[in-house]
């Protein structure tokens, strides 16, 4: 079955523009996670949703959000872009929430910031 | 609070050697723990997870790790590595009640033929 589908791959924006970045999981999974991977910072945590709730929030400032939809695709918005936000952007999906069931990752989108 | 740290940033091995990166924790129950395997331009690949039980746990493509409470390691280890196995890998920890993983700095393999 298709895994993990993130949309676009890469993508280039200019600092103060905003951004969307697309997550569909695995047919039948319900939970969606957002991590940012950096050099600086490694792999930080920035949100999960299930059922169309966000459920956890990491430690992000308010300019990044996200949200769920019916059909369990999630989207990411980063608002007023700085060039610090310039990372691979990983979704995860699992059946249910919880890790019991591992998650299962993306290939990422790398978004850069000029 | 919970934290995740792989003493090494950079092995080099040869193909054929044995392998074993190491993983240090600090949690304060028994945590979810997982090692996740990163090739260039990639995602994240889940090669193991221990949640309870065997506290020797087999992954895919020939890993296992070890889980040692008394050490507070999970340290993840291969027989004999191919080439293919040059990556970066990440051990990861999370609490049971929340969906949140922490993650290591990473290590990243190296493989010499």
């Known amino acids: 079955k298709a895994g993990v589908t993130q949309t676009p791959r890469y993508l280039i924006k200019t600092r103060g523009q905003q951004v969307t970045l697309s997550c569909s999981p695995i047919s039948g999974h319900r939970s969606v996670s957002w991590y940012q991977q950096t050099p600086g910072q490694g792999l930080q945590f920035l949100f999960e949703y299930f059922s169309e709730t966000q459920r956890n929030k990491g430690n992000f400032p308010g300019r990044f959000s996200g949200r769920q939809f019916s059909n369990s695709r999630s989207e990411m918005n980063v608002s007023t872009l700085e060039l610090g936000d310039s990372a691979l952007y990983l979704c995860a999906s699992s059946l249910t929430p919880g890790l019991g069931d591992g998650y299962t990752f993306g290939s990422g989108t790398r978004l850069t910031v000029v | 609070a919970q934290s995740v740290t792989q003493p090494d940033i950079h092995i080099t091995v040869s193909e054929g050697a044995s392998l074993e990166l190491r993983c240090n924790y600090s949690?304060?129950?028994?945590?979810?723990l997982f090692w996740y395997v990163q090739s260039p331009g990639q995602g994240l690949q889940l090669l193991l997870k221990y949640f309870s039980g065997d506290t020797l746990v087999q992954g895919i493509k020939g890993f296992e790790a070890e889980f040692k409470r008394s050490q507070s390691s999970f340290n993840l280890r291969k027989p004999s590595v191919h080439w293919s196995d040059a990556a970066e890998y990440f051990c990861?920890?999370?609490?049971?009640?929340?969906?949140?993983?922490?993650f290591g700095t990473g290590t990243r393999l190296q493989v010499f033929p």
């Open positions: 990861a920890v999370g609490p049971d009640n929340t969906d949140k993983l922490i």
């Open positions: 949690y304060g129950a028994t945590p979810y």
